[in-house]
């Protein structure tokens, strides 16, 4: 049973409905292009209002980078505190030829809003604002404590939010932060995610003779840097896809109990799932799941290589050097720095004087366990709010800077997409469902009375 003040709220909210499209339009009118430092500023500001005139009181955080605000609402002594995060900041829209309207002025057609931005991230953070905006306006209070931090360079790649995170732990304490962005994997059932993978990005450079060569001179002869790159590729993977490097394995954790029965529940089908890229079976082992290669397993992905000629016709040449990169997805509990000395060690030992280079942007795997006790009330609120049962999603494949709320803060970390599968982020004519904005409200509106009670 929803409680009264609950039902407040929503009552509020869906008589305040036009309110709430003014004041997303708002925001969606005002471009914040991180990437070319367009409009971050001014966005930063409306944001600011907009959580004031919810009833949060503001501040802004110290960061090198553009301005990460963060706002609160602390009248509930004793109750659980929220930390919710967004971003405000965007994709460039180009190319801008392939919009059906302006990228900045947002447009409703088939009961949807066309803008940049709207799905990654406004409608999304938007959503939490305007569930405390309707809870204080119809009850006066909330039952918990919310705490929200919107940060304006997630589109950038978020290189300060770790740094931001660390020196604001006293203020950002909470019981668990939530994250309302992406898409949910299919937009038949709400989705819950309980952690990313991490992510580890190496280059290799071999090298042969002191330019390129005549084949027919020098063949034979002169060491060929992309044989040299092939051969150390034969000592690091073998046949199965399991990887050679010393101890790649030995800090990954076994999936808990929980964790593996909420990936065998998750209704999607192996078959139907490679179909879509046109494949008709998995690359070994064979034994392992679709779900559980991407959830809970390491990869060794080759991201490129290049080297010598492969221009249109023949040419002879014999290249005097080659390159190659590698990514490697991490699960708990690899790390980047411990995964990065044990490639480096490899390399060493078969790499023939091949040089490995590390590349930025490394990130921490991150985990929060779905038997998590908090969990049952965010399924309980996005059940009331989308009126289905969400599945969990023990990991997601890719990779986000979710460590900073599980390792830097230390809490359990909820990824709770509002956004469907079609919405086209970061694409000409990016979108989000109307009724997903509503559903998106009320998710978050049940989500603290829930916590409250
Ligand atoms: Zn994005």
Redesign the pocket.
């Known amino acids: 049973m929803t409680n009264l003040a609950t039902q407040a709220a929503i009552k509020h909210a869906r008589a305040h409905r036009d309110d709430d499209l003014r004041d997303l339009f708002t925001l969606l009118s005002q471009p914040s292009i991180s990437a070319q430092n367009i409009g971050v500023q001014e966005c930063a500001n409306l944001e600011e209002a907009l959580l004031n005139d919810a009833g949060f009181s503001t501040r802004r955080l110290d960061a090198p980078g553009h301005p990460v605000i963060y706002g609160e609402w602390l009248g509930a002594a004793g109750k659980p505190t929220i930390l919710f995060y967004g971003h405000y900041d965007v994709?460039p829209p180009d190319p801008l030829d392939l919009w059906q309207s302006d990228p900045f002025t947002p447009t409703i057609r088939d009961e949807r809003i066309y803008c940049r931005g709207v799905a990654?991230?406004k409608a999304q953070h938007f959503s939490h604002i305007a569930a405390v905006r309707h809870w204080l306006r119809a009850n006066g209070s909330l039952p918990c404590n919310v705490k929200i931090m919107l940060e304006g360079e997630?589109?950038v790649g978020s290189p300060h939010l770790d740094t931001v995170v660390a020196a604001h732990k006293d203020l950002l304490a909470a019981d668990f932060v939530y994250t309302s962005d992406g898409p949910v994997t299919d937009a038949r059932y709400p989705e819950i995610v309980f952690g990313v993978r991490g992510l580890l990005y190496v280059e290799l450079f071999a090298t042969g003779a002191n330019r390129d060569l005549h084949s027919g001179h020098w063949g034979g002869v002169a060491p060929n840097p992309i044989l040299a790159l092939s051969r150390l590729l034969q000592t690091m993977i073998d046949d199965q896809n399991r990887v050679l490097i010393d101890g790649f394995y030995d800090s990954v954790r076994q999936p808990t109990p929980g964790a593996k029965a909420a990936m065998d529940a998750l209704p999607f089908d192996t078959v139907q799932t490679i179909g879509g890229i046109g494949l008709t079976e998995m690359v070994p082992p064979a034994e392992r799941s679709y779900a559980e290669r991407v959830m809970f397993q390491p990869t060794l992905n080759i991201a490129g290589i290049t080297g010598g000629y492969s221009g249109p016709g023949s040419k002879t040449v014999l290249p005097a050097k080659a390159s190659m990169k590698i990514d490697m997805r991490l699960v708990p509990d690899q790390t980047p720095d411990e995964i990065w000395e044990k490639i480096r060690a490899h390399v060493e030992k078969h790499g023939n004087g091949i040089e490995i280079n590390r590349l930025d942007g490394g990130m921490l795997p991150s985990f929060t366990p779905v038997e998590h006790p908090l969990a049952d009330i965010v399924r309980a609120a996005v059940a009331a709010g989308f009126g289905a049962k969400p599945i969990s999603v023990p990991s997601a494949g890719g990779s986000l800077p979710d460590s900073v709320w599980t390792q830097t803060l230390g809490l359990p970390s909820f990824l709770v997409p509002y956004g469907a599968p079609e919405q086209a982020?970061?694409s000409p004519n990016e979108s989000y469902r109307l009724e997903r904005l509503y559903q998106g409200i009320e998710t978050s509106i049940h989500l603290i009375g829930l916590l409250g009670e």
Do not use: A, R, S
């Open positions: 994709q990654d991230n997630e589109e982020n970061h």
